[in-house]
């Protein structure tokens, strides 16, 4: 078991950058695939980015040039540089965790631990 807690939304401008962070209590986070999403209301949850167990980063094509997804193991933590943000990366961010070997994918289905999710907002 893990629990997941999301921080570091907030409200910016157009091409301003954020950082989200994702904290893990439990076994160290290093052992898991982890991986962010957003959602929209109304709306699916879609892939942003991800990390395998194996220190292995995947980005959506949405996000890719502008977003990075780092790790710091003492603190369990996993973060999202998000740059140049654009209006449309607007959404509730949340942070994901399977303990599962080779179920690092992009499909929300395959994610057993969630974060309570933090807000972006990114105005024009």
């Known amino acids: 078991q893990v629990q997941l807690v999301d921080s570091g939304g907030g409200l910016v401008q157009a091409g301003d950058s954020l950082r989200l962070s994702c904290q893990a209590s439990g076994r160290p986070f290093m052992t898991y695939n982890r991986a962010w999403f957003r959602q929209v209301p109304g709306k699916e949850r879609v892939f942003v980015a991800r990390i395998s167990s194996e220190g292995v980063a995947v980005f959506s094509d949405s996000v890719k040039g502008r977003f990075t997804i780092s790790e710091d193991n003492a603190k369990n933590t996993v973060y999202l540089q998000m740059d140049s943000l654009k209006p449309e990366d607007t959404a509730v961010y949340l942070c994901?965790?399977?303990?599962?070997?080779?179920?690092?994918?992009?499909?929300?289905?395959?994610?057993?631990?969630w974060g309570q999710g933090t807000q972006v907002t990114v105005s024009s």
């Open positions: 994901a965790a399977n303990s599962r070997r080779g179920a690092s994918g992009s499909g929300a289905i395959l994610y057993d631990y």
